[in-house]
Nanobody, 115 residues
């Protein structure tokens, strides 16, 4: 089993910043991808960013240049630095870990961008 615990969400004004963290524990293999997805009310869950062991990065077009994903392999933790936040970034953000045994999800953390 794999457990993912997210933290760092909250309420922020437009133009502000937040940093999300996701710590993984349990039966984690040596090769895995970690990423962030988000789901806004009434919308489908979408990829925000992900990062592989080889440090290959992928970002949604809507967040390029504003969000940065990184990982600490020793801590089995992935981070999402979110800058220049917009109201349309409001969503529940979910951490995901992908490895050969399957996909695992965190419980989600709410990010609200509002004045």
């Amino acid at each position: 089993q794999v457990q993912l615990v997210e933290s760092g969400g909250g309420l922020v004004q437009p133009g502000g910043s937040l940093r999300l963290s996701c710590a993984a524990s349990g039966n984690i293999f040596s090769i895995y991808t970690m990423g962030w997805y988000r789901q806004a009310p009434g919308k489908q869950r979408e990829l925000v960013a992900h990062i592989t062991n080889g440090i290959t990065l992928r970002y949604a077009d809507s967040v390029k240049g504003r969000f940065t994903i990184s990982r600490d392999n020793a801590k089995k933790t992935v981070y999402l630095q979110m800058n220049s936040l917009k109201p349309e970034d409001t969503a529940v953000y979910y951490c995901q870990l992908q490895q050969s045994s399957g996909d695992y999800w965190g419980q989600g953390t709410q990010v609200t961008v509002s004045s």
